[in-house]
């Protein structure tokens, strides 16, 4: 006899939300779940919805259509709509917004209810949690950002929401504090099984902290999946984009190949004479010297060598970026490579393409 198995339902899970202004839509049929524990990154430019999508979840925004469940009990449609207070929900901003007038432990006390003996334990331990112990009776004034940003942590989780949204908390720090509050932040959230939706419009920050990425643009998602599977499958040529320089080359199909100065490539599934373009990153171009008039001989993995000159070459910290004017249509190409590397204004090079490093797309239009 088959036993029956229970499935506990996602923390958050939306479906189908959208929402207009003046006629216009900026949420599109967004959908997403989220399980205890998990990071869900929303990625994507400035103005594409990212925000709008966390206030209708957070219950400030009103949808025009769609649900939102925390775990499998519905909070909101367009009739139904649990208050703000009452959906187990907490927020964290980039303006950290601590009570100047509240010491550190009354800012994190703030909204608990219940005996106080309980409510000062739960202080106490998150404050433990974040590293404060010792600043209980400190006002905010008295704390870095980066203190500031943990008591808005432990103010947030004070209540044991099951949600936290976050909308671009870690935009006020300093590059030196960032990564060591985000790593911290990640910690504590997964330890105390939240689930949680991070809006940010930094592909690095989505890639450090998220177990999924929900890629988002023009009001849509447009692809979603674990960050390295978002990185090497990319949906489309912005999607590429948004995470790297990019590199296109463009050509024609014929037979299921589609011709390059760099050799032919394997286009299958485009249709004899359709237009496509061949996208790849900088880190995949390699570089040889030229050697009167000469490259390197062609190979199977990087196909046919094409010559360039170099137009311009920067040392970006841990690499270098090198752009080429290359021989065959003036066109620019950009490879990074590790370290110093900075040759000279118009030094003749040769460039090649790893096959297996590039996404072929249909052409716009």
């Known amino acids: 006899m088959a036993r029956d198995v229970t499935v506990d339902p996602p923390r958050l899970e939306i479906r189908n939300l959208a929402k207009s202004f003046a006629g ?19 990625l994507g430019p400035s103005g594409c919805g990212k925000s709008t999508t966390l206030r209708m979840i957070a219950g400030v925004e009103m949808q025009d259509s769609g649900t939102i469940h925390v775990d499998g009990a519905l909070v909101c449609d367009t009739v139904f709509r649990v208050p703000p207070e009452r959906r187990s929900i ?11 007038h ?19 334990e739960r202080v106490r331990h998150l404050l433990s949690r974040v590293g404060l112990e010792g600043y209980r009776d400190n006002w905010p004034h008295e704390l870095s950002g980066g203190e500031q940003q943990r008591v808005a942590l432990a103010r947030a989780l004070a209540p044991r929401p099951r949600i936290m949204l976050m909308d671009e908390p870690f935009s006020g720090l300093d590059n030196r504090l960032r990564d060591g509050i985000r790593d911290e932040t990640l910690a504590v959230l997964k330890e105390e099984g939240t ?3 991070l809006v940010t419009h930094e592909p ?13 643009r023009d009001g849509r998602i447009v692809q979603i999946g674990a960050p390295y599977n978002i990185y090497t499958a990319p949906a489309d040529k912005e999607a590429v984009a948004f995470f790297s320089d990019i590199n296109v080359l463009q050509g ?22 359709a237009r496509v373009e061949i996208v790849f990153r900088p880190q995949h171009v390699s570089i040889d010297f030229d050697r009167g008039g000469r490259g390197p001989n062609p190979t199977d993995r990087a196909g046919t060598p094409a010559r360039g000159v170099v137009a311009r070459a920067r040392f970006m910290g841990s690499e270098s970026l090198v752009e080429f004017r290359m021989d065959h249509d003036g066109e620019v ?30 052409a716009a239009g």
Do not use: Y
């Open 24 to 42: 216009k839509a900026v949420v599109d049929d967004v959908s997403l779940t989220i399980a205890p524990g998990n990071v869900t990154c929303l």
């Open 90 to 100: 907490g927020l964290m901003f980039q303006d950290f917004a601590l009570f100047p």
């Open 102 to 120: 509240l010491t550190v432990g009354a800012n994190v006390a703030f909204g608990l209810t219940g005996p106080k003996a309980e409510q000062e």
């Open 195 to 197: 689930g949680v939706l």
């Open 204 to 216: 690095e920050e989505a890639m450090r902290m998220a177990d999924e990425i929900a890629l988002m």
């Open 252 to 273: 024609v199909v014929h037979g299921a190949l589609t011709d390059t100065p760099f050799g032919a490539f394997l286009t299958p599934g485009h249709p004899d004479g």
């Open 333 to 362: 190409l950009r490879a990074t490579v590790p370290n110093v590397f900075l040759p000279a204004v118009g030094t003749p090079m040769w460039l090649t393409v790893r096959r297996d490093r590039c996404f072929v797309f249909p």
